[in-house]
């Protein structure tokens, strides 16, 4: 039967556990990023992982663990700056090819969280 969600289609938890995986690979060794996480990862690939799940239309993990995600908010502690910005979606372009998640879903996710990620910027260069 037609898959019925971004998620199922690109092949559901495995996938995304892929994806989270080449993401982190990638954060933990960008010098723009690497000042504003901690140097454990293993709590926030657990929750990425929970919150891709869902909003790719897979199983509610994310909310059923730690409600809404009002992610703005939830990174307001952080200065996300138009660079910083910049410097998550390209590690998260990789982590697409390195998962090798294919047309039309690549683009499709890709765009969402370009959307998401533009929504996240708190500041601006000059505030650092
Ligand atoms: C958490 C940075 C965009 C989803 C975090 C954390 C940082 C961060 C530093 C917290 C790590 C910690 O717990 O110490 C950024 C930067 C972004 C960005 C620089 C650039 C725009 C996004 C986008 C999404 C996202 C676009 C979703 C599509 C999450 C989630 C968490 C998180 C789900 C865990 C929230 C929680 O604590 O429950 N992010 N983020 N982030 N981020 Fe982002």
Redo the contacts with the bound molecule.
Sequence with gaps: SEPTSIYEAIGGDEKIEELVEAFYDRVSQHPD?IP???SDFT??KR??KQ??TQ?FGGPPL?IQE?GH?M?RK??LR?P?TPT??D??LLCMEGALDEAEIDEPYRSAMFER?TL??NH??NTTEDDE
Excluded: D, N
């Design positions: 990023l504003i996480f901690p709590e926030v929750k990425q919150f891709l909003f994310y730690h995600p992610l939830r990174h952080f996300i910083r910005r410097a998550w969280l998401t990620a996240m910027m």
